[in-house]
């Protein structure tokens, strides 16, 4: 969602031009000459490329781009993590699109020849569940905060992801899972998985324990070297998800976003990008600046080495901002 | 005489630009809108017009939500503006505001609904007549203008109306600046539930002997619960700030934000800074 600086003129490739840029035209959307740029975006043709890497035996992980959602990464940027077991495969997350959900059933059957038996879902977020529809959602397993969040949100979801990432989401439809995951072990196969619902990066947010291979899903709790994101986050239940994650985290960790290791870092990092943040949006809020004046606040200089660090704090002071305004200035309409 | 003088060669300039552009025409806008000359002739008619990069129009990266899209229009580096417009071409409803800096800074933070994406302006008249514009590109999914209010879904919203919140701090060269929010549903008429206009049309910012500090008309895209940061020339003996404001339907609000003096903002960001 970077913004459009000036217009460029219909690009027509080597066989013509897109069908969306023909739509666009049709409908007389091309008299506007700035939205044609977006129209006509790519040339080459969709389709996800999943590289699966081996981190144990049985169990693979697509990574995500370190990048925001947009139309040439197709909103494939959070972290996909799939298990071989005796009884069919499991996944976590099913990424942002139909197109992927299919890219990503084809790569798990190739990797084990076998259906997914199981997927569940970390969180409501579009890039971990609008793959949804590649699956049978008697297979689709999350919490209820989840499966609420969902069907409460999914709808706006859909649309600013069309807007972001174009025409990868065609024909992607929000699923909502079709079991209630509760805390708990769920044995499948050889494998044993065990639940449990934290909250902090939204109302709702799955960890899962894998006792098998002693292997630590941790959705969007952790981040690694990839700003973390905030539309629902609540600080304090965050930092209180990150003690109880810190605990474990000599295990190996696969964090929503960044690289697979042992997860002090992620989750040392991620308690690190909170603070700063918050404390970043305290400061200007406190000095009366307005939410755009805010945005331009310097950063710490390590936060340089995050990705997306100024454009995820720029979308934090958005969603804190109104928050603290609500909820911290005196009320001034009446004498007293 | 100075003046004068500077009048004339301004006067000198002007012609000479005139010349050097005679062949392109009226200068370009330089985002290419195609509805540049409509905004042209509702917002200033047959006024000079010119772009000046000193209107700084300041928008996120990113659209966050599309019906609480934060603008900062800022003129001051312009000197005496004698009005300050925010507009957007593209929405449905263009006007956003007009502030009147009476005794004030050419200066406006708040947030607006976009419908679609589209070019944001602040336009600064000068005493000369001339209107100064700044130009941003903003991007956006769209749909601020005709989705609902989030307080047409809370049934007891309207006991909320009229409830306002707000801060005031020192600038460095002692005027004040004032946040403040105002719990409004901002009903633009163009929501898909029919729900008529009904919005904040008018602020009007006083010192404790009435004088008009700062006006401010208001128009429906500015956002729901409509937050302001202002920056006014509150004379330093003053211990308050009245802000009055009224909707379309008529009713009244008044705020009154007791000086608290804080420490200022950039004061406290720039170490060193002249206090």
């Known amino acids: 969602m970077k913004r459009v600086g000036h217009p460029e003129p219909a690009r027509d490739g080597d066989d013509g031009i897109t069908r969306r840029a023909a739509l666009a035209r049709v409908a007389g959307i091309a008299t506007l000459p700035m939205l044609l740029g977006v129209f006509d975006a790519d040339a080459a043709p969709l389709a996800y490329e999943l590289k699966p890497e081996r981190i144990g035996d049985g169990v693979w992980v697509v990574r995500g781009a370190q990048e925001a959602i947009d139309r040439k990464n197709g909103g494939a940027i959070a972290n996909i993590t799939i298990f071989d077991t005796s009884d069919g495969a499991v996944i976590v997350d099913t990424g942002p699109s139909k197109r992927y959900g299919l890219a990503l059933d084809a790569i798990v059957r190739q990797l084990t020849g076998k259906p997914v038996v199981r997927a569940y879902l970390t969180h409501f977020h579009p890039d971990h569940v609008f793959g949804n ?57 050889q494998r044993r998985f065990r639940a449990q619902t934290l909250a902090g990066h939204t109302a709702s947010d799955l ?116 928050k603290l305004e609500a909820g911290s200035w005196p009320r001034i309409d009446r004498a007293g | 005489m100075a003046m004068r003088a500077a009048l004339k060669w301004v006067t000198l300039v002007a012609s000479a630009m005139a010349a050097s552009t005679a062949t392109a025409g009226p200068a370009a806008d330089p985002l290419g809108s195609v509805m540049w000359n409509d905004m042209k002739a509702q917002f200033f008619g047959d006024a000079p017009v010119v772009f000046d990069d000193r209107v700084k129009v300041s928008i996120p990266s990113i659209v966050e939500n599309q019906a609480q899209v934060p603008v900062t229009a800022d003129a001051r580096a312009l000197g005496d503006v004698k009005k300050l417009v925010v507009f957007a071409d593209l929405n449905p409803i263009q006007h956003v505001v007009t502030v009147l800096p009476v005794k004030a800074a050419p200066y406006i933070g708040l947030s607006m609904k976009v419908e679609q994406a589209t070019p944001v302006r602040a336009a600064a008249l000068l005493g000369d007549g001339t209107w100064h514009v700044g130009s941003v590109y903003l991007d956006a999914a769209g749909g601020g ?70 006006e401010v008309e208001i128009r429906e895209p500015v956002s729901e ?51």
């Open chain 1, 133 to 189: 529809q590649a699956f049978a959602a008697d297979a689709i397993a999350a919490p209820k905060g989840v499966v609420d969040g969902l069907a409460d949100l999914g709808e706006a979801f859909a649309s600013a992801m069309y807007h972001a990432a174009g025409d990868w989401m065609r024909g992607t439809e929000v699923v909502a899972p079709g079991r209630t995951l509760e805390d708990g072990t769920e044995q499948i196969g």
């Open chain 1, 207 to 322: 960890v899962l324990f894998e006792e098998t291979s002693g292997l630590l899903v941790a959705g969007d709790l952790v981040f690694l070297d990839r700003a973390p994101t905030t539309p629902h986050a609540d600080l304090a239940r965050w930092r209180h998800s990150l003690d109880a994650l810190g605990a474990i985290s000599d295990r190996a960790l696969v964090p929503g976003h960044g690289p697979v290791e042992s997860g002090a870092r992620g989750v040392g990092q991620t308690r690190d990008w909170l603070a700063v943040m918050e404390e970043t949006i305290r400061n200007a809020f406190e000095r009366g600046l307005s939410q755009n004046e805010a945005i331009a606040e310097p950063l710490p200089e390590w936060t340089g080495r995050i990705a997306l660090a100024r454009y995820e704090y720029e979308r934090s002071v958005m969603h804190f901002y109104p």
């Open chain 2, 145 to 214: 203008c005709s989705a609902p209010a989030l307080a047409r879904k809370d049934a007891d919203w309207s006991d909320t109306v009229g409830h306002a919140q707000g801060r005031m701090w020192r600038e460095v060269d002692g005027s004040a600046r004032v946040r403040f929010r105002v719990r409004h549903p901002m009903d633009t008429g163009l929501a898909r539930d029919n729900t008529p206009a009904y919005f904040i049309e008018k602020l009007n910012m006083r010192a404790s002997d009435g004088q008009s500090l700062a």
């Open chain 2, 225 to 275: 619960d409509p937050t302001f940061t202002m920056i006014v020339r509150l004379p330093v003996s003053d211990k308050a700030l009245t802000i009055d404001g009224r909707d379309n339907n008529g009713a009244d609000y008044r705020s009154v934000i007791p000086v608290a003096w804080r420490q200022s903002d950039a004061a406290a960001a720039k170490p060193g800074a002249v206090k």
